[in-house]
């Protein structure tokens, strides 16, 4: 069975940084494109940053000059490096990956991580 992982959520304060990572496992060819998302409480979910399988990276606007996203193809996992957070970044954070599985290709979301950023 495949699943996506998450770990490094937290509380940090204002101005901290942290560190998020994902992993899948499983029976897995290769893995496409991997992300990250966000969910703050009463809102819906939304984009942050993206890497494809070769390094190419998008972010939305937010995530822009503070988050870092990287990858590691050899350990299937998936990196959110989050500097100069705000209050506002607080939120549940997931993982996404496109997996490439034998006879067919699914798309996967983690359980989510839980950051909170205090004033």
């Known amino acids: 069975q495949v699943q996506l992982v998450e770990s490094g959520g937290g509380l940090v304060q204002a101005g901290g940084s942290l560190r998020l990572s994902c992993a899948a496992s499983?029976?897995?060819?290769?893995?496409?494109?991997m992300g990250w998302y966000r969910q703050a409480p009463g809102k819906q979910r939304e984009f942050i940053a993206s890497i494809t399988r070769d390094g190419s990276t998008n972010y939305a606007d937010s995530a822009k000059g503070r988050f870092t996203i990287s990858r590691d193809n050899a350990k299937n996992a998936v990196y959110l490096q989050m500097n100069s957070l705000k209050p506002e970044d607080t939120a549940v954070y997931y993982c996404n990956a496109e997996l490439v599985l034998p006879f067919r290709n699914r798309e996967l979301w983690g359980q989510g991580t839980l950051v909170t950023v205090s004033s």
């Open positions: 499983g029976s897995i060819i290769a893995i496409n494109r």
